[in-house]
T-cell receptor, first 115, second 111 residues
Framework: GAVVSQHPSWVICKSGTSVKIECRSL??????MFWYRQFPKQSLMLMAT?????????EQGVEKDKFLINHASLTLSTLTVTSAHPEDSSFYIC???????????FGPGTRLTVT | SQKIEQNSEALNIQEGKTATLTCNYT??????LQWYRQDPGRGPVFLLL?????KEKRKERLKVTFDTTLKQSLFHITASQPADSATYLC??????????FGSGTRLSIRP
């Protein structure tokens, strides 16, 4: 069990447009979800932590107005990259934590390319 | 600042040998150390978690050690196979929140 999906798996968009990425926990309720960004040959960098029904907590240096996070239910969190620019091109990965557990279950990632 | 380092960016070994990956941390006292496998273009897959009061943990061909004095974790894959080729990430955390990841070691097992 503990499967997390992401949609879409890849997306190409034009500079200035907004893109929404969905993260779903398929077989468990995720009280907390995390969003990471990974640049080529680099490690995962935590962007924000979202708890169901409350505002996300952003890491230092991450613009909350640019990366909008909504965690409307225990199985769905969304990340919207607003007014995307080429430097936002990256691999975005979400993870979910099952209530009462210490383990994070990661999604397969979404490759965003901004042209 | 908190830092976690994997001292080899890449490691190449012969099939059948034991692969040993090293992870060192500074300015932090993690409650857990975790190891993940990541294949190209995919999210990390959890492999093993070891707590600060545990010295060693095993799972099939995998073994993890945790030395809080040396501030180091070693990850071993015994009887390595080409299918074990991937990037391995170590990560430290004090709770279910805020995992700090190392930059990874790209392991290649040659037949």
């Amino acid at each position: 069990g503990a499967v997390v999906s992401q949609h879409p798996s890849w997306v190409i968009c034009k500079s200035g447009t907004s893109v929404k990425i969905e993260c779903r926990s398929l077989d468990f309720q995720a009280t907390t979800m995390f969003w990471y960004r990974q640049f080529p040959k680099q490690s995962l960098m935590l962007m924000a932590t979202s708890n169901e029904g409350s505002k996300a907590t952003y890491e230092q240096g991450v613009e909350k107005d640019k990366f909008l996070i909504n965690h409307a239910s225990l199985t769905l969190s969304t990340l919207t990259v607003t007014s995307a620019h080429p430097e936002d091109s990256s691999f975005y990965i979400c993870s979910g934590v099952r209530g009462g557990s210490d383990e994070q279950y990661f999604g397969p990632g979404t490759r965003l390319t901004v042209t | 600042s908190q830092k976690i380092e994997q001292n080899s960016e890449a490691l190449n070994i012969q099939e059948g040998k034991t692969a040993t990956l090293t992870c060192n941390y500074t300015n932090y006292s993690p409650a857990y150390l975790q190891w993940y496998r990541q294949d190209p273009g995919r999210g990390p897959v959890f492999l093993l978690l070891i707590r600060e009061n545990e010295k060693e943990k095993r799972k099939e061909r995998l073994k993890v050690t945790f030395d809080t004095t040396l501030k180091q974790s070693l990850f071993h894959i015994t009887a390595s196979q080409p299918a074990d080729s991937a990037t391995y990430l170590c990560a430290m955390t004090r709770s279910a929140s805020k995992i700090i990841f190392g930059s990874g070691t790209r392991l290649s097992i040659r037949p």
